[in-house]
């Protein structure tokens, strides 16, 4: 009697796995958990690896300290997300509004 093979969650545990970083195209170790609130926290875990996050990080902090930023400020957050995304997703595009 073959003995039989379960695929169930060990497959889906290879899959997530099997994921490439949108910004530095390796099969790098992802993040372990959302590195920031809602949706764009998901997306992030889903196509960024650690690495580029953890350079992401530094940069913002340039960014902060370039511009004097004050992350309680509204304005402030949207303008760092607005970067972030450029950072990660838009980093091949060069379209201008
Ligand atoms: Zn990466």
Request: proline share 6%.
């Amino acid at each position: 009697m073959p003995r039989r093979v379960r695929l169930g969650p060990r497959l889906d545990c290879t899959l997530m796995h099997a994921f490439t970083c949108a910004r530095c195209g390796n099969a790098a170790p992802r993040l372990a958990a959302p590195p920031a609130p809602g949706e764009a926290g998901v997306k992030l875990l889903d196509q960024v690896c650690a690495t580029c996050w953890h350079d992401w990080l530094q940069h913002q902090t340039a960014l902060i300290n370039h511009y004097g930023l004050t992350l309680r400020d509204r304005q402030a957050q949207r303008f760092l997300t607005e970067q972030r995304e450029t950072y990660f997703f838009e980093a091949h595009q060069t379209e201008q509004d």
